[in-house]
């Protein structure tokens, strides 16, 4: 009998073959043409990631940085917990020092309130030690001139509005004279400071703290070498004994002047660095996940009708239907694997690249880079791991697909009905899946919200649970869109059931731009929050014209009789609407632990008094109307506008509590209460509103026998005039709080870097993933023009579906962006809700033009 032939596999197997699949999937690999546009998005995705990761690295000091600033050239910092009044020697901790073993050691004074001679009146830093050789030498770089050697010599870092040039003088605190020998530039702040030579703080006259009560120098001891524990006992010990002079300056506290361990070099070299990606997870934790991710799954889904081709190609040629998918799959991640590690390679070189310009706009040093190599290896693994379990999908979709019954074990009647019930299973199965899961991921984002939502970096990360569960969704949000494009000519629904058809990549695509379009309004929504949010914590003092004369510790307290003195004396003030503010409370600048103070019931600020409601309006720059003046003339109360519980424009009765460390002494009847808008301004920082002392005296309430005086009118260079004549007379200026324009508030470099990438991203992503459906449409379009249609309809098919994606991609990524800033703003106090709706509208224009463009590039293609 003759030998039958072997029969040929028709695909009744449903395990691929490794080396015939290897073998097609190279073969299938080497056509570059039909590759590499498919992968120009995974090329996008990982040169974004390493950009942003070297970026956000470099924005942040590492620890050897830190080092170098806190402790220069030594190896040791320890800080005494002792102040040093104006004219005190500097305690011999060096000596000590070295005399226990440290081979070298430097003894500082740090001094925060030196008052420069100018006004508006502002303080800076001075600090005193041995300066040649320099202690910092990559902290202060010496510009001009020449390190300071004798007592009142100084040297001003980043001298900016301060007028000190080489060889000329310094006034500082009131007529202390310093001669400026030299100019030296801080990389690590921008900020002014004098560096002085040993014996300086010494030989200020002890007088000067009269009108400073504030000023004082605090000791610290740098040193390198020696027995840790030796140092720092011979350091205490000197400390102990230390004295001035022949009166001894025993201090108080023992073992405790250095409290705890020093700073120690070794520590903060190997102390992790304060990396940004912890800080801002939008700008690189979160897209380096689910951007990577999208890009591999808009590859397949590009190359999935070229996959069901070559399969049935493949399969009617007798191959295993397994094997031609494991080929396919096998060369699309290989493609992906080229295409990440080239766009990382490319990031690497970019981000390296970015250095000097983000050295340039922080202006300090940019961090230490580490860590790239791992970096670079998780996005490598992540495309890989992508790619892999998408094929792994396709493959077991395939499967279920191949277990129908054989034509020979079912009849032909009921083979079409077992194919689609088997069929309506899988589907099914994986559609209750998703929506199980997207339910699941919508729960986690109230439960989140509801219970850590606290600031902005939890929010960031509620932006990526809502993009997971949006995403999770997105097969309901494609199905939606398509039948909002109505088919009311044929050209229209050419588009829509073309998009049914090959609705892998069209889905796909849909996600790619919903995860990037949200990711970057989100960041601008944020950014712009933030921003609006500062806004609110940055107030001037006093409105313009106006002058308040207080305490230099706080503007809650009354100012020193000598100052009311010298002004009255000047006459500088006379004439000016002025009213003394009366603080319902026994609190003083001397006395501030528990006191008797009156509040509002259930709120925490404190109640102000005045004489009579003319004096109103010297506070508030505006008069107060009728209701305003009767309300307070029967024993009312005026609250600010803009506190919690404020009453409504109609009033309510309040009732005012006199407390005392959470205990309530008495409590009063209700009180008519009407709100008072007024400007937000520091001097009325922790109060709550307003009465008539008359008010407060009848009810036996608590009252400040002394009050910082508002003065009202002082225009014309006045209110500076103020500050330049107690400056004259050696006191701190600044207790006459005047007008200065605040600066604006201008938020990390980090999260300016994270928008900016993100619109750059948003924006490349549009273009190569709507250029890679147009290369995908290509084939379809063709047929329909070999058919007679005109090239005009292929190209209004095109820019429909360009139309459809994009805009449904607009509008999940604008839920995706208002969402988490709206729930911040509910659960964070004072955070303003600031919607950019302009910056959107622009980045969403840019995001349609280029659209447009793309359409217009592939409207030339087709013409060809």
Known sequence: MARQPKQADKGNSVLPQPRLAARLAWRLGRRQGQWIGASSTVFVAGLFTMVMFIALSALSLSGAQEADRDLGRFDALASAEMTLPPGSKTPAMAGAAQQAGANESAAFLTALDVQLAVTPARNVTLLEGQWKPNPYPDVYELAAGRWPQQPGEVVVTDPGDVKAAVGQTLTVLGDVRLRVVGVADNHYAKSSALLAAPGTWSSLDPKVAEGYPSLAAQPYLLWTGGPEQAVMDAVTKALKSYSDGSSSQEAKGGPELLPGPPTLRAQLETKAADYWIEKSPAGYAIPAVLVPIGAVLLMFGLVDRRLRRTTETMVSLGLRPATTIAAVSFACVAWCLAAATAGAAAGVATGWALRPLLAYLQDRPVGDVEGVTGAATQLLALVAATGVLTGAGLLLARRTRSEQPHPTTTSP????????????????????????????????????????????????????????????????????????????????????????????????????????????????????????????????????????????????????????????????????????LHRLSEE?????????????????????????????????????????????????????????????????????????????????????????????????????????????????????????????????????????????????????????????????????????????????????????????????????????????????????????????????????????????????????????????????????????????????????
């Open 413 to 580: 009647a009921h083979q079409p009905q077992a194919k689609s019930l088997r069929k309506k299973s899988a589907a099914t199965v994986v559609r209750d899946v998703r929506q199980l899961a997207a339910l699941g991921v919508w729960c986690v984002c109230v439960v989140y919200t509801a219970t850590r939502l606290d600031t902005p970096s939890e929010g960031m990360f509620l932006t990526a649970l809502i993009t997971a569960a949006v995403v999770l969704t997105l097969p309901e949000f494609f199905g939606l869109a398509t039948r909002l494009l109505t088919e009311r000519d044929a050209r229209r629904r050419l588009a829509r059931r073309q998009l049914q058809a090959d609705r892998r990549r069209a889905q796909a695509a849909l996600a790619v731009l919903t995860v990037i379009i949200g990711a970057s309004l989100g960041m601008l929504a944020l950014l712009d929050t933030l921003i609006r949010s500062s806004e609110n914590t940055v107030q001037p003092e006093v409105l313009p014209g106006q002058v308040l004369l207080a305490h230099r510790a706080s503007s809650a307290f009354a100012p020193p009789e000598r100052m009311l003195t010298v002004l009255k004396e000047s006459k500088v003030l006379e004439g000016l609407p002025q009213v003394e």
């Open 588 to 864: 003083t600048v001397d006395e501030t632990g528990p006191v008797p103070s009156t509040t509002r019931q259930g709120n925490e600020g404190g109640i102000l008094a005045v004489d009579s409601p003319d004096d109103v309006p010297v506070l508030t720059g505006r008069p107060v109307t009728a209701d305003q003046r009767a309300l307070l003339n029967r024993g009312g109360l005026l609250v600010w506008a803009d506190r919690d519980n404020a009453p409504p424009p109609g009033g309510q009765p309040t009732r005012l509590v006199v407390a005392e460390d959470d205990r309530i002494l008495t409590e009063t009847p209700p009180l008519p209460s009407k709100p008072l808008e007024l400007a937000r301004t520091g001097w009325r920082a922790g109060t709550d509103g307003i009465l008539l002392l008359d008010t407060a005296r009848r009810l036996d309430l608590p009252i400040a026998v002394r009050g910082p005086i508002m003065v009202t009118d002082a225009n014309d260079g006045q209110d500076a005039r103020v500050q330049q004549i107690l400056q004259d007379h050696a006191i701190d200026a600044r207790a006459a709080y005047i007008y200065v324009e605040p600066e604006p508030p201008v938020p990390d470099t980090a999260l300016y870097v994270s928008a900016a990438a993100l619109a750059l991203l948003a924006l490349t992503t549009v273009l190569t993933a709507l250029r890679g459906q147009t290369r995908a449409l290509k084939t379809y379009i063709d047929s329909l023009i070999a058919l007679g249609i005109p090239p005009s309809w292929g190209r209004h098919i095109i820019l429909w579906q360009y139309a459809l994606l994009l805009g449904t991609a607009t509008l999940l990524g604008l839920c995706i962006a208002i969402v988490p800033i709206v729930a911040l703003a509910t659960r964070i106090p004072d955070f303003q809700l600031s919607i950019p709706w302009g910056q959107m509208s622009l980045l969403l224009a840019t995001l349609a033009l280029a659209s447009a463009l793309a359409a217009t590039r592939s409207t030339l293609a087709l013409r060809r």
